[in-house]
Nanobody, 119 residues
C-alpha cells in the first residue's frame, strides 16, 4: 500500500504564498490521479485540485482557480500545490490523496497539513 505524507503547511498572512508537498512511498503511477482536498472546521472535505498522473490534466475548484497550481514530479513521486494570493477562507487542513481509477473513491489519504491564513 502506497503511503502519502504531506508537508509545507503553516501560518501565512493574507496575500501570501505557500507550497505544499505530497511524498508517495511508491510510484504515483499506481494511481490514475492525485489530488489535494481540504477541510475547514465545521465543513465537509472538498476537492481543491486534481492532476492525472499520465498526461497531467488538471482540475481546480472555482474557489482556487487562478491562485493555486497543482503539479507532479513523477521521478520523485511527489505532488505539489502552489498556493498564491492566499485568503483567510483558505484556512483548512489540506490532504493529499490518490485514486486508482478514473471514477473510483479517493484513497489512500495522507495525514494532512494545517494551513492558516491570517487577515
Amino acid at each position: 500500500q502506497v503511503q502519502l505524507v504531506e508537508s509545507g503547511g503553516g501560518l501565512v498572512q493574507a496575500g501570501g504564498s505557500l507550497r505544499l508537498s505530497c511524498a508517495a512511498s511508491g510510484s504515483i503511477f499506481s494511481f490514475s490521479a492525485m489530488a489535494w482536498h481540504r477541510q475547514a472546521p465545521g465543513k465537509q472535505r472538498e476537492l481543491v485540485a486534481r492532476i492525472t498522473t499520465t498526461g497531467g490534466s488538471t482540475f481546480y475548484a472555482d474557489s482556487v482557480k487562478g491562485r493555486f497550481t497543482i503539479s507532479r514530479d513523477n521521478a520523485k513521486n511527489r505532488v505539489y500545490l502552489q498556493m498564491n494570493s492566499l485568503k483567510p477562507e483558505d484556512t483548512a487542513v489540506y490532504y493529499c490523496a490518490g485514486r486508482r481509477t478514473s471514477v473510483g473513491n479517493w484513497g489512500p489519504w495522507g495525514q494532512g497539513t494545517q494551513v492558516t491564513v491570517s487577515s
